[in-house]
């Protein structure tokens, strides 16, 4: 089962999350600040990190760089309430797999078909051909 | 000769008649005719000069009567109608008498249109008075040549300094009417500069006539150009040059500078960017002058171009010493006004900025403050579509369907809330009055008293007790109020009491007065990190708590009203017990003035 880490100090916008991510049989944990969100990140297996770059303590850019120092492969998507694509571009560039924007256009839908999609990122019938694609011998060495 | 009698005797007689009648109007009229008939016949503007005040028009009653004195030369006695004219006028109204009548009078005298021996009689009769003042027609004549120079300034300066404004008119009629002005440039350059100073702005305009018949630089292009400005009418500069398109090119950046404010008078929009253009092209590399495009920019709207400005100028501003150096090695007088002429007319730009400066003020505080809008939405619509989420799957209960409901109303609580935090900001009048500082502040500690007590928080202010400023009050109040808020957060929970302090000074800064109002607690202090982010909107350090005003807006809006009243505020990170911020506001907002 995956894991993913809510690192978010809105409270109510994090449960809503958590909860539609167990709905989909995703289990969540919220860090309600960056420190705390760092400290989990380290304790936990988490497979995706969703954070929110507006927090107190610790803000979610210097959180960002800190998990992609430890893990360059965990997958992070932000939230921003960042309209400005410049602002967004420098965050690609330390490496997130997606945003959200916060506002009118908020839609839960979104951002759990966005994480589901992340954690797997193929579907049962994809991997069943990548599986038949496969040789045969790569599964024989593999074994040994 | 005798039917010319009949003739003047029958206008005498005529006039007599309807005077003694009661009617005035038709005896003026009547007069009138008369000193047309026989205009070098004194006594018709006698009796004109009489009517005339009779019928209480003093100014038309003075015109008759220097007509007169202008008739009666080698009869000195006949200067008596005068001189009580004269002595009457000096009681109903001296303004007048020695602003406008006396410098007419003295400058007749100069051109001797009144005769030798009138004057004298004059000078007799009237001789408390400036008349007398045998020292003021020696400095008129002294006018005449630059090698004065020194001699006039300090006189003349004199006179602006008491606001002797009939001597002054005296020698700026003087000025005006002089023929020859190749040995007195320097002098009429000095003269131009006074009466623009003292708002002689028709007079100023005369002597700008004048010199321009016989030389025209750029320094008399760019003082016609402002003359007309300040007096709003541009008929003179219109009378006196040719706008042609080519008139932008050829001109200097101060010309540049006046010809904006020409083409906006003029409303036309293509010559007042084209002129604005030029001026980025050929002198953006100085600061003082991106500094002024910059302020246009923002007063014609230009958002885009102030932008770009802005940090062109923060570029500038690193290398500002360097160029102060270089342009101290090449100043070039006429072509390049000193830096300091500049920060001048920025100054004056200021004032009129103030109104720009407050809307981008707003709309920074409305970004944010959508922006934040953004967060109790967030949480509506999550809470919301997670329940649809369920319905879907057939799992919900009557708690999940409280909590929603619970979550909606808190939320637009929340946005309540916030909306009741900008509204003094956004509810701002422009009421300014005069208030006592300390006063003012310790009101606000008074109403504030009870949560102060409830965290054991003590208050302190100290320092100048006298000072006042002229601001908005109640923006001023939320300056203090969100301040002590914010240190009763910071105290909450750090330790079990504290102390507030206040310290009030004044200081004058670049001619301006402003008080410097210390603020600090002794909470945990402000990291020197997060020392210029806590004034960016919705920054905070606490765990948001609806209505307990941990959104971070208090500090956001205190830089907002602060810089709506042209204060500042700055963390002192030197300070180490705790938080401090350093907060100046201007005695009174700048409006050109000191």
């Excluded at chain 1, 959180?63 to 998507?77: G, M």
């Excluded at chain 2, 919900?396 to 619970?406: F, R």
Aim: proline letters at 2%.
């Amino acid at each position: 089962m995956n894991r993913v880490l809510i690192i978010e100090d809105e409270l109510d916008t994090a449960r809503s999350v958590r909860e539609a991510l167990e709905i989909n049989s995703v289990d969540a944990d919220i860090a309600k600040d960056g420190e705390e969100g760092i400290r989990m990140f380290r304790e936990g297996e988490y497979d995706l990190v969703l954070l929110d770059l507006k927090m107190p303590k610790m803000d979610g850019e210097h959180v960002l760089a800190v998990i992609r120092k430890e893990d360059p492969f965990v997958d992070v998507i932000v939230y921003t309430n960042f309209k400005d694509f410049a602002d967004i571009k420098k965050l690609t560039n330390i490496g997130i797999q997606g945003y959200i924007n916060k506002g009118p256009a908020a839609d839960l839908n979104e951002v759990i078909d966005m994480i589901l999609e992340k954690l797997a990122p193929l579907s049962e019938e994809d991997i069943q051909i990548l599986i038949n694609h496969t040789p045969k011998e790569f599964f024989d060495d593999n074994k040994e | 000769m005798s039917s010319r009698y009949i003739s003047q005797k029958t206008y005498a007689d005529t006039i007599s008649e309807l005077r003694s009648s009661g009617k005035l109007e038709q005896a003026i009229a009547e007069c009138i005719k008369a000193t047309k008939a026989f205009p070098d016949n004194n006594f018709f503007y006698r009796i004109l000069g009489d009517l005339y005040r009779q019928n209480g028009n003093m100014e038309s009653a003075f015109n008759a009567y220097f007509e007169q004195i202008k008739l009666i030369h080698g009869h000195p006695e006949l200067v008596r109608t005068f001189s009580r004219f004269y002595a009457y006028l000096k009681l109903i109204d001296p303004d007048k008498l020695t602003t406008e009548f006396m410098p007419r009078v003295m400058d007749s005298i100069q051109k001797e249109e009144i005769s030798y021996d009138i004057k004298e009689a004059l000078l007799l009769s009237i001789g408390e008075d400036f008349l007398v003042d045998k020292g003021l027609m020696e400095l008129c004549a002294k006018t005449n040549s630059d090698e004065n120079l020194t001699e006039v300034r300090k006189t003349v300066d004199k006179m602006a300094y008491e606001r002797n404004m009939g001597s002054i008119n005296v020698i700026a009629n003087y000025r005006i009417n002089a023929v020859n002005r190749h040995a007195s440039k320097k002098i009429d350059s000095y003269f131009l500069t006074l009466l623009e100073h003292t708002e002689l702005f028709d007079k100023a305009l005369l002597l700008i006539e004048k010199i321009m018949d016989q030389s025209r630089n750029p320094i008399i292009i760019r003082t016609l150009l402002r003359i007309c400005r300040k007096k709003e009418d541009y008929t003179i500069a219109e009378k006196l040059l040719f706008f042609d398109d080519n008139f932008i090119n050829r001109s200097d950046f101060n010309i540049q500078y006046e010809l904006v404010y020409y083409y906006e008078t003029r409303q036309d929009e293509h010559l007042l960017k084209v002129t604005l253009q030029k001026m980025k092209e050929s002198a953006s590399r100085s600061l003082p002058i991106s500094r002024t495009l910059y302020n246009f920019y923002l007063r014609f709207n230009m958002f885009e171009e102030a932008k770009e400005m802005s940090e062109h100028i923060k570029l500038l501003s690193n290398t500002e010493k360097q160029h102060r150096y270089n342009v101290t090695n090449s100043r070039i007088d006429e072509q390049f006004e000193s830096e300091q002429g500049v920060w001048f007319k920025l100054k004056e730009l200021v004032s009129e900025q103030e109104h720009n400066r407050q809307m981008i003020a707003l709309s920074d505080l409305l970004k944010g403050f959508s922006h934040e809008l953004g967060q109790p939405i967030t949480n509506i619509r999550y809470a919301v579509q997670l329940h649809q989420m369920k319905i879907q799957r057939g799992a919900t209960s009557k708690i999940d369907l409280e909590n929603l409901l619970a979550l909606i109303l808190r939320q637009t609580k929340r946005i309540d809330d916030m909306l009741a935090r900008f509204r003094p900001i956004i509810s701002n009048n422009g009421r300014a009055e005069w208030f006592n500082v300390t006063q003012r502040i310790t009101g606000i500690f008074e109403d504030m008293s009870s949560r102060l007590n409830m965290h054991c928080i003590q208050y302190l202010i100290t320092g100048d007790t006298s000072i006042t400023i002229f601001a908005d009050a109640v923006q001023f109040d939320q300056v203090f109020y969100n301040l002590i808020l914010n240190s009763i957060q910071a105290l909450d929970g750090y330790k079990d009491s504290g102390t507030i302090k206040v310290d009030i000074s004044s200081k004058k800064v670049k001619q301006i007065y402003q008080v410097e109002i210390s603020f600090f607690d002794d909470g945990p202090g402000i990291p020197i990190e997060i020392s210029k982010q806590i004034f960016e909107p919705f920054y905070s350090t606490k765990a948001p708590i609806s209505g307990s005003g941990g959104e971070g807006l208090g500090l956001f809006i205190v830089w907002n009203i602060l810089k709506m009243l042209d204060g500042s505020i700055y963390v002192n990170t030197s300070y180490k017990k705790g938080a401090k911020f350093d907060i100046t506001i201007p005695v009174k907002q700048t409006d050109g003035g000191t």
